[in-house]
């Protein structure tokens, strides 16, 4: 049974930082690329971040472009969401998910990463 | 960006009816590799979104086939032949034609 399992989220200051961790099982998690994709409080869907299953080639939405970093361990089936300068509107939960961005299939529980003071 | 239209954005049907979403995109989603990215989700109430149609019309295994998707170029359609009450929730649409991949604003599922 494929798992992805998210954690890491929390409250934080804006300004501040957090990584967000994705754990992979029932795949084989190096054939896949990865995404990121949150959902505001009571909000649609948006995606924000696509790691290529090396880990060469990322994809950032213009919101977070140089903000977060898309990174993962395939020994350890692993993505990681590094997010620096948070600010309020960043508030969202955020769903790791599986698949080549253009066809995301499978999609983790989320974290919820709050942004306030 | 390509922008996703939804519509309606809320949609209240009878059981056993049958309820159609409408997805139009800003741009063709045409790829050049000859495929259409288009891809319907359904996300039901405190779930994560679960795909159920990829490239159009291809549903994913595990889905009843009350669901179907249709369309072409920038013009999409999401059907259910008879709404369950399991079908209550919100339906996106999302292309993967064109960066970024973007998603519909949602239409609400709900029984009358």
């Known amino acids: 049974e494929v798992q992805l399992v998210e954690s890491g989220g929390g409250l934080v200051q804006p300004g501040g930082s957090l990584r967000l961790s994705c754990a992979a099982s029932g795949l084989i998690f190096s054939s896949y690329t990865m995404n990121w994709v949150r959902q505001a409080p009571g909000k649609g869907l948006e995606w924000i971040s696509s790691i290529s299953s090396s880990g060469s080639d990322t994809f950032y939405a213009d919101s977070v472009k140089g903000r977060f970093t898309i990174s993962r361990d395939n020994a350890k089936d692993s993505l990681y969401l590094q997010m620096n300068s948070l600010k309020a509107e960043d508030t969202a939960v955020y769903y790791c998910?599986?698949?080549?961005?253009?066809?995301?299939?499978?999609w983790g529980q989320g974290t919820l990463v709050t942004v306030s003071s | 960006d390509v922008v996703m239209t939804q519509s309606p954005l809320s949609l209240p049907v009878t059981l056993g009816q049958p309820a159609s979403i409408s997805c139009r995109s800003s741009q063709s989603l045409v790829h050049s590799d000859g495929n259409t990215y288009l891809n319907w989700f359904q996300q039901r109430p405190g779930q994560s979104p679960r795909r159920l149609i990829y490239k159009v019309s291809n549903r994913d295994s595990g889905v009843p086939d009350r669901f179907s998707g249709s369309g072409s170029g920038t013009d999409f359609t999401l059907k259910i032949s008879r709404v369950e009450a399991e079908d209550v929730g919100v339906y996106y649409c999302?292309?993967?034609?064109?960066?970024?991949?973007?998603f519909g604003q949602g239409t609400k599922v709900e029984i009358k």
């Open positions: 998910a599986r698949g080549p961005s253009a066809l995301i299939d499978f």
């Open positions: 999302m292309q993967g034609a064109h960066w970024p991949r973007t």
